[in-house]
C-alpha cells in the first residue's frame, strides 16, 4: 500500500514499470481523472451549499447529515480518482487490462438514494 501512496506523490521517483504508452492514451486517463476531481468538487460544493443554505428539514439533523454525507463522499471521490488513475496508467505501462471499477455503479446508487432522500423530505414538508 505504500508503494502506491508513493507513486501518487511522487511517481518520477519510482521505478518505471513497463513500456511508455501512447501519450494519447495518458492524456486521455489524465481526462478522466480530472473528470472525476470535478464530480468530487461538486460533491463537496453541494454539502457546503446543503450546510448553508438548505432550510431546516422535518427530520431532525437531516439537512447535517445530507451536507455530511455529500462531503465526505466528495472526498471519497477525489481519493478513488487518484488511486484509479495510477492504475490505469500502470496497466497501459505494462500492457494488462485496465482496471474495472464497481465505483461508478455504487456513484450512482449512493447519489440516487440521496435524491430519493430529499425528495421525501421535500412531501413531507409540503404536506405540513
Known amino acids: 500500500m505504500l508503494g502506491g501512496l508513493r507513486q501518487w506523490f511522487d511517481p518520477e521517483k519510482q521505478p518505471t514499470v ?22 468530487g468538487l461538486a460533491l463537496i460544493a453541494g454539502g457546503l451549499a446543503c450546510a448553508q443554505f438548505l432550510p431546516p428539514l422535518p427530520v431532525a439533523y437531516l439537512r447535517e447529515v445530507i451536507a455530511i454525507a455529500l462531503l465526505l463522499l466528495g472526498g471519497m471521490v477525489a481519493l478513488r480518482a487518484v488511486d484509479h488513475w495510477a492504475r490505469t496508467e500502470r496497466a497501459m505501462r505494462l500492457g494488462r487490462e485496465l482496471p474495472g471499477s464497481k465505483f461508478p455503479a455504487i456513484l450512482a446508487i449512493v447519489v440516487a438514494a440521496g435524491a430519493l432522500l430529499l425528495v421525501v423530505a421535500v412531501v413531507i414538508k409540503a404536506v405540513e
Not at 501519450?23 to 464530480?39: C, D, P, V
Open 18 to 39: 513497463g513500456r511508455t504508452p501512447d501519450y494519447r492514451f495518458s492524456l486521455a486517463n489524465e481526462r478522466t481523472f480530472l473528470a472525476w476531481i470535478r464530480t
